[in-house]
């Protein structure tokens, strides 16, 4: 079994910073990549970061500049500093993480686990 377990939410004033953490623990290996999402009321869930086991990384256009996303291998944890947040940035923020692993005969098989989500909350 593989747990994902966010924490760092909260409550922030527009333009201040908040840093969100994914820790994962189970059965992990060959990790392909590692991201998060954000769902705010009424919309669907959406993109927001995503990190790759090669370290490259992909940002939705609306947060680009503002967050950044990191890992730390060892420890199977991924990390989403945000600043200079804004109002609509206030949402479920999900963790995300992909697992691609070969059998014996060689096929590769894609295993995606999510975290529970943190609500991050941003005041005008």
């Known amino acids: 079994q593989v747990q994902l377990v966010e924490s760092g939410g909260g409550l922030v004033q527009a333009g201040g910073s908040l840093r969100v953490s994914c820790a994962a623990s189970?059965?992990?290996?060959?990790?392909?990549?590692m991201g998060w999402y954000r769902q705010a009321p009424g919309n669907q869930r959406e993109l927001v970061a995503t990190i790759a086991s090669s370290g490259s990384t992909n940002y939705a256009d609306s947060v680009k500049g503002r967050f950044t996303i990191s890992r730390d291998s060892a420890k199977n944890t991924v990390y989403l500093q945000m600043n200079s947040l804004k109002p609509e940035d206030t949402a479920v923020y999900y963790c995300?993480?992909?697992?691609?692993?070969?059998?014996?005969?060689?096929?590769?098989?894609?295993?995606?686990?999510w975290g529970q989500g943190t609500q991050v909350t941003v005041s005008s």
């Open positions: 995300n993480l992909i697992l691609k692993i070969q059998d014996y005969t060689f096929r590769w098989y894609t295993y995606e686990y």
């Open positions: 189970g059965s992990i290996s060959n990790v392909d990549r």
